[in-house]
């Protein structure tokens, strides 16, 4: 079992839609919960980065981590066609060697038409 | 400002022979990752840097694999005797100071193993 899973899709929605994206998780060590946007052939942009549980919000991108059920999610308001790209989730422990080393889900594939 | 920069973007190459990807980090950004992408495995953490020297080496798949930094700016990984399960895309992101500040990415360089 992989230490942090999500559903790769694909995820196809309507322009204008909320998209919400999970993932979740079983080191307990983890602390540090970041999602990035891949288009294709490019690298991962960094869109959200969180500690510990709770919400942060940055324009249509709403983060969301539990780590009581160890569950991540991401939501964008309002979807727009250039928001079609694959979403990564990542995380981190806090401390030790692996300090700062990321453990990726799968991703998922999302398409917004117009 | 200019982000991390990876070199060759493409790389095709003959099973059997050595091959050397480099990164150009952010600007005084003193911790540096590699990672491989491939569609069975997703986003795997290769090797950390901080400064010249690194810390955690856990993710190298085999001794065919190498990396270094040199003044604490530029890093190459080295493939030896390049196999075909090798056909990746290797990513290498940098960050401010390690630990789990923010991780930045390049663009990538896609491996192919005839």
């Known amino acids: 079992q992989k230490e942090v899973e999500q559903d790769p899709g694909p995820l196809s929605v309507p322009e204008g839609a909320i998209v919400s994206l999970n993932c979740t998780y079983s080191?307990?060590?983890?602390?540090?919960f970041m999602w990035y946007r891949q288009y294709s052939r490019k690298g991962p942009e960094l869109l959200m980065y969180t500690y510990s549980s709770g919400n942060k919000e940055d324009g249509r991108f709403t983060a969301q981590v539990d780590k009581s059920s160890k569950y991540i999610s991401l939501f964008i308001r309002d979807s727009q066609p250039s928001d079609s790209a694959t979403y990564l989730c990542a995380s981190s422990n806090a401390g030790g060697t692996s300090y700062g080393k990321l453990t990726f889900g799968q991703g998922t594939i999302l398409t917004v038409h117009p | 400002g200019a982000g991390v920069s990876q070199s060759p973007s493409n790389k095709v190459t003959e099973k059997g022979k050595d091959v050397e990807l480099r990164c150009d980090p952010i600007s005084g950004h003193t911790a540096l990752y590699w990672y491989r992408q491939s569609l069975g495995q997703g986003l795997e953490f290769l090797i950390y840097f901080q400064g010249n020297s690194a810390p955690d080496k856990s993710g190298l798949p085999s001794d065919r694999f190498s990396a270094e930094r040199t003044g604490g700016s530029v890093s190459t990984l080295t493939i030896q005797r390049t196999q075909q399960e090798d056909s990746a895309v290797y990513l290498c992101a940098s960050s401010p100071g390690g630990g789990n500040q923010p991780q930045h990415f390049g663009d990538g360089t896609r491996l192919s193993i005839l």
């Open positions: 080191n307990s060590a983890f602390q540090y």
